[in-house]
Structures are given as structure tokens and as C-alpha cells.
């Protein structure tokens, strides 16, 4: 079955830190990634997906991910992050080869970034 | 406003009680999805509805059920509640049925069973 691992579950940060959210996936197929982003009160928002080619994928408000087959991982990053960037971020997966939107999500990482 | 709109926001009820949560998708999409999300298993896919059809189901209790209707909004029924049932239920909508359309989900209806 599949299933995603997201390491860190809160992480706090200083404005303009570099920000690094790990995600795990184990599927042994085809897979289609993505980021979900939930801000405070607000419903959750795609960041980014992969779905093929280049591996590194930019999504909005300056995030990127790079996806990294032999580890399985799909790690989000942020050069320099913003208070405004506090928010839950979820790591999904998607069997690719199956004919269904279904995702698997990860248990999520909390961001809290101090002005 | 990503367009998927639910209702309602806030469901207080008891034990042993059904409910209907309802999901109204973005003008022209045809799939509908229902996730779960509790503090103890996180964001858990329910089902998936595609034009009316049950495209893909999750880990779905029996006690639960869905439809889509030809307006294309969607039910979820929850019944013989228990306290464990508790949660946050998203409903989603995307353009198609596949594995690359992308999601849009709506703010979700709270669900507190006492």
C-alpha cells in the first residue's frame, strides 16, 4: 500500500531562513507528486506537483521541490521564507498509473515563522 | 475561494445519530472527492466520484456512504456515529477523473460527535 512520511511535523523558523520539508513516499510505480498548503483558517492549496521530466518543480510564492527517485522523496524548499508563509504543508502522492485522482497524503508539517 | 463550496461549516450532534454533509464542486468539474481529517490519521482519502459513478474508494467505513447526484453535487452520510467519527471532512472537485487533474478543495465541515 502506499503510504507518505513526512519528518518533521513543526518546524519553526526565523524570516529569511531557508526552509527544507522532507516527504517520503513508497509506492514502487509510476507516482505523481504534489504539495498542499493550508494557511490559517483557509482551505488547502496546490504548491506545486510532479508529474514527469525535470525533476525540480517550481510551484507559487517562490517554493520549489525536487523530486529524487532513487530516495523516494519529494522534499519542498523555500530560499527565504516570510511570516506569511505560516501555514500546514502536506506532501501527497498519486499512483500514476492508476485512473483515479486519489491521493495519500502525509501527516503533515506545521511552519510557524517568527517576524 | 477555490470554488468547491460545503455545508455545513459546523455539525454538533450525538451518538448514534446520522448526517449528511454536502459538497457543491467548481462550475464544470466532474469528479467529486471526500477526505477525512482527524488529529490521530491525518488526511485520509474516503471516495471518489466521477460523473455520477463511484470511480475509487478509500478507507471508508461501512457506516458511511456517498453519492453523486446529475447536478454533480455530492452527499456523504455518516451514520451510526461514534465518537471516534469526529473530524474535519473535505470534499474536492477536479476536471477529470484521473491521476494528474489537480484539486481543489473546499473549507470542509467539522464534525463533533458527543
Known amino acids: 500500500a502506499q503510504s507518505v512520511s513526512q519528518h518533521n511535523h513543526h518546524v519553526i523558523l526565523s524570516e529569511a531562513a531557508s526552509l527544507e520539508l522532507g516527504c517520503n513516499y513508497s509506492?514502487?510505480?509510476?507516482?505523481?507528486l504534489f504539495w498542499y498548503v493550508q494557511y490559517p483558517g483557509q482551505h488547502l492549496q496546490l504548491l506545486l506537483k510532479?508529474?514527469?521530466?525535470?525533476?525540480l518543480v517550481k510551484g507559487i510564492k517562490g517554493f520549489e521541490a525536487e523530486f529524487i527517485k532513487s530516495k523516494f522523496s519529494f522534499n519542498l524548499r523555500k530560499p527565504s521564507v516570510q511570516w506569511s508563509d505560516t501555514a500546514e504543508y502536506f506532501c501527497?502522492?498519486?499512483?500514476?498509473?492508476?485512473?483515479?485522482?486519489?491521493?495519500?497524503f502525509g501527516q503533515g508539517t506545521t511552519l510557524q515563522v517568527k517576524p | 475561494d477555490s470554488g468547491v463550496t460545503q455545508t455545513p461549516k459546523h455539525l454538533i450532534t450525538a451518538t448514534g445519530q446520522r448526517v449528511t454533509l454536502r459538497c457543491s464542486p467548481r462550475?464544470?468539474?466532474?469528479?467529486v472527492y471526500w477526505y477525512q481529517q482527524s488529529l490521530d490519521q491525518g488526511l485520509q482519502f474516503l471516495i471518489q466520484?466521477?460523473?455520477?459513478?463511484?470511480?475509487a474508494k478509500g478507507n471508508i467505513l461501512e457506516r458511511f456512504s456517498a453519492q453523486q447526484f446529475p447536478d454533480l453535487h455530492s452527499e456523504l452520510n455518516l451514520s451510526s456515529l461514534e465518537l471516534g467519527d469526529s473530524a474535519l471532512y473535505f470534499c474536492?472537485?477536479?476536471?477529470?477523473?484521473?491521476?494528474?487533474?489537480?484539486?481543489?478543495f473546499g473549507p470542509g465541515t467539522r464534525l463533533t460527535v458527543l
Open positions: 466520484y466521477y460523473n455520477g459513478e463511484e470511480r
Open positions: 474536492a472537485s477536479s476536471g477529470n477523473s484521473g491521476s494528474r487533474g489537480e484539486q481543489f
Open positions: 462550475s464544470g468539474d466532474l469528479s
Open positions: 509506492y514502487g510505480g509510476t507516482v505523481n
Open positions: 501527497a502522492v498519486n499512483a500514476g498509473s492508476s485512473n483515479t485522482g486519489k491521493l495519500i
Open positions: 510532479y508529474f514527469s521530466g525535470d525533476p
